[in-house]
């Protein structure tokens, strides 16, 4: 069976509290609301790609466990293949614990579990639907070998691939940048990955420069509310794409949004400019930011102006 985007990463059960203000070191705070959803940036990624429609299959492990079991009905209820999802019961599903202020800004704890036995023995068995896919996606809630070793199989097999280093780590290997085609992060990661400052569209375009220097095919940062920049390898300069300005309610998952359709845009439009992906990608994960929850918050294709397909 082909599938036209692939992901391989992970599934967190997210416990959400909502409240006026992040906490303190030390401090304890009411909050408003409570509430348990379906995220993981991987999992969350690969149902916006199937929410906008195409055919999507998911790489990765939960627990042998209630949150498991409830996971894997969300793949089936989402349209998204299930053929790849392992279930161990030497560790428990992954969760983030995730606190959102009356901003719709976030801080998230995330335990990974069973993501990080995911490994090269799946990778394997998945093969051949990795040889078949148009576009691959990764991110670093899974072993990073892991990451690493399934955007090289796509590289080999000529699969367009797309990487998210998320959550970003310091010291991240060179060769992450030279297996993605489009490296994709936000203001935060791109801190952290090149150490220069990038709190505005100057910033980013610098910091996107120094990324795309290390191997990659594009960089795309993600600026939030400003959109985004867009750098090729093949050009001299990055282009900034803005995003229509609306009002945040939640943007937990507003980058897993973007990168869900920017994969879908890569699969469907393959010729379409990576500017045009990105400001489309841009209107999808800002419909995603307007509504709570992560997953509960992605457009599905008929919520959307038909103009974006
Ligand atoms: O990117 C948002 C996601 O990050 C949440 O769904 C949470 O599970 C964490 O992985
Ligand atoms: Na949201």
Redesign the pocket.
């Known amino acids: 069976e082909a599938f036209d985007v692939v992901v391989v990463g ?1 599934c ?1 059960t ?1 416990l959400v509290s909502q409240t006026p203000r992040l906490p303190k070191a030390g401090e304890t705070i009411h909050g408003h609301k409570f509430f348990i959803g379906f ?3 991987g999992a ?1 990624q690969c149902i916006q790609a199937a929410r906008l429609g195409v055919k999507t299959t998911m790489i990765c492990k939960v627990g042998k466990d209630f949150f498991g079991d409830a996971y894997i009905q969300n793949f089936k209820d989402n349209n998204v293949s299930t053929d790849f999802v392992w279930q161990t019961s030497d560790a428990a599903t992954g969760a ?1 614990s ?1 606190t959102v202020n009356d901003a719709g800004e976030n801080a ?1 704890v ?1 335990v990974a579990g069973a993501n990080m036995l995911l490994g090269g023995d799946e990778l394997q068995k998945a093969l051949p639907a990795i040889r078949k896919a148009k576009v691959l996606v990764c991110q670093l ?1 899974i072993n990073p070998q892991t990451s690493l070793q399934a955007l090289q199989m796509a590289r080999d097999n000529k699969v367009k691939t797309v990487f998210n280093p998320a959550p970003a780590i310091p010291d991240l290997d060179y060769n992450f940048y030279k297996v993605s085609d489009v490296f994709c992060c936000n203001e935060s990661e791109a801190e952290l990955l090149t150490g220069f400052s990038v709190n505005n569209v100057e910033g980013a375009h610098r910091a996107s420069q120094e990324l795309l220097s290390r191997g990659c095919g594009a960089v795309i940062l993600t600026l939030g509310p400003q959109g985004c920049v867009v750098l090729k390898a093949q050009e001299k300069t990055s282009t900034h794409v803005p995003s229509t300005a609306v009002a945040a309610v939640d943007t ?2 507003a ?2 949004s973007f990168i869900g359709a920017l994969a879908f845009y890569l699969a469907v439009h393959p010729t379409m400019t990576l500017e045009e992906m990105a400001g489309r990608a841009n209107q999808v994960a800002s419909v995603s930011v307007q509504t709570s929850g ?1 997953q509960t918050s992605f457009p599905f294709r008929q919520d959307l102006p038909a103009k974006l397909f």
């Open positions: 992970s967190m997210d995220g993981g940036k969350n983030a995730i998230i995330i809630e937990t998952g980058g897993d992560t």
